[in-house]
Structure formats: structure tokens, C-alpha cells
């Protein structure tokens, strides 16, 4: 309301008729005061608590895998077969074999390519087709290999054999003398003790797959060689 009608409001109403509308007035603008400065603090709460449009998530995208997408690339990739001006020097997948790789994997892989395949055992206990087993694949590669953290080989070699890099042989090696280190280690030694009489070992071996042979040769360097006079091994 504008001073202009409230004066003359004023004017009009005689004795305490003058003085309740003079209060009334003045609690209506009090009233419109406050309630326009609620009104502010609430845009500004909404303001605030509004999410950012550029913080928000992007929506997840998944590829198609419909049959007749799958077919598509299917068809795709066997013109790219076909078409003599393309050339590919290394898998495809190599790249993300890579970033799928933990540092001592690669070490792993090396002292493969390197050295060739390499002993592993299991311990069993019992009659031999009543047998328990008592531990699994027990082999010296992590030690050999120069890993930094040895106790996570068999992740390791899980790891590499999903990839499809290495093979886990129920065939030993030719070179028996090759496991009588291994079968000397502490674990393999537990392990047969705790089996008690009728435990013993079972040789197997771990080798590079074909497929594990070309990508350490394409994707990683070849080991030092050794000083002169020692061996792999040595």
C-alpha cells in the first residue's frame, strides 16, 4: 500500500478507530516484510540444492548384442578378411591383454617365454584311486621369475590362464631332476607330512599357450641375458 492512502486512511478514522488502523498497517507491511524475505531464502535453498546439470551421471550405454547386431559385425569382419589392402600386425587383443596385466604377470610371462616350461606338483594322500588332495599346483615360478610380491603367484596364474596365455599340463617334464628342488620347497614338504604315509607328490608342468608365445613376442621385451658362464637358472 502507497503512503498517499494510508495518510488519508489515517485522516479519516476519528480518535482509537485512527490508532487501530495505524497499527494494523504497520503489522501488514511487518507481515509482507517477512513473508517476501521467506520467500527469498526459499528460491535461494531451491537454487542451491538444485543438481548440476553437467554433475549429473551420464546415463549408462550398453552395446547391442542382438543377434542380427552380432551378425552385422560377423559379416564385417569377415570383409575385412577379404580385403587384401588391410593389414594387422598383432591380435586385436593384445592391447587390452595388457591393461588386464599386473605388473608381476608380465614378469611371469617373460621368464616363460625365456626359460620355456616350468615344473609344478600336487600333493596327494591316499590309496591312487581314492586319493586327497592336499595342495595344488605348487611350483617355484613367482621366485624365478623375479616377482615382487610371490605369495599371489596362483592369482597370477589364474589370471594368465584365463587370458588364455598359459596351460596348466597334467604331463610332466622329461628333465626329472628338475622337480627335486621344487619338491624340496617348505609348502610341498608341509603338505606331504600332513598326509602322512601314503602322501606323494604328482608332477605336472605350466607352459607358454601358442597364443601366449606370440604376444610375449610381440608385446613384450626379451629378459637380460644371463652373465657368462651361468644358465637360465643359474
Known sequence: MSDGPARELLRAAPGMGRIAAATGLRLAGAAATAYGRTISRLAQAAVEQRPSLEAAPARRTTPDSSSAALRRRGEELLRESADIRLSQDSHPAYMRILDALAP???????FLAGNGSQPSVDVRAGLPFAS???AQGRTMI?????????????????????????WFLREPLRDSARYQVLEAQPDVVAALEEGGRTARTVRRSIVLTPFGEDFCATCLPPADPAPSGEGPGG
Open 132 to 134: 586327497e588332495l592336499r
Open 142 to 166: 613367482a621366485e624365478e621369475a623375479g616377482c615382487s610380491h610371490p605369495d599371489r603367484v596362483y592369482a597370477y596364474l589364474n589370471n594368465l590362464h584365463r587370458l588364455g596365455l598359459v
Open 104 to 110: 608381476d604377470e608380465a614378469r611371469i610371462l617373460r
